[in-house]
């Protein structure tokens, strides 16, 4: 059974920082390249960040760019996003991807920034 976790998300102010995780259990994440997407209130949902299965490529949505870092640990079959510099637009649930020949989603984690 495959599995994918997401967990960090939260509340946290404008400017702020949070970390999201994603643990992977059923595959071998190597295999596969990792996304993040979100969807926003109301809204559907968008890619956010892209990352290759060794992490030498990464794509990252416009409105994202330059505060949002994805990373993998491939030994600890885990994803990352690192979000900088939080917006209230930021706000939305946010989804961990895997696919290679199969498409894997997490359940999503609520990010809400708010002051």
């Known amino acids: 059974q495959v599995k994918l976790v997401e967990s960090g998300g939260g509340l946290v102010q404008p400017g702020g920082t949070v970390t999201l995780s994603c643990e992977v259990s059923?595959?071998?994440?190597?295999?596969?390249?990792m996304s993040w997407y979100r969807q926003p209130p109301g809204k559907a949902r968008e890619p956010v960040a892209y990352?290759?299965?060794?992490?030498?490529?990464?794509h990252y949505h416009d409105s994202v760019k330059g505060r949002f870092t994805i990373s993998r640990d491939n030994a600890r079959n885990t994803a990352f996003l690192q979000m900088n510099s939080l917006k209230p637009e930021d706000t939305a649930v946010y989804f961990c991807?895997?696919?290679?020949?199969?498409?894997?989603w997490g359940q999503g984690t609520q990010v809400t920034v708010s002051s």
């Open positions: 990352i290759s299965n060794y992490g030498d490529i990464t």
């Open positions: 059923g595959i071998r994440i190597s295999e596969y390249s």
């Open positions: 991807n895997a696919r290679y020949s199969e498409d894997y």
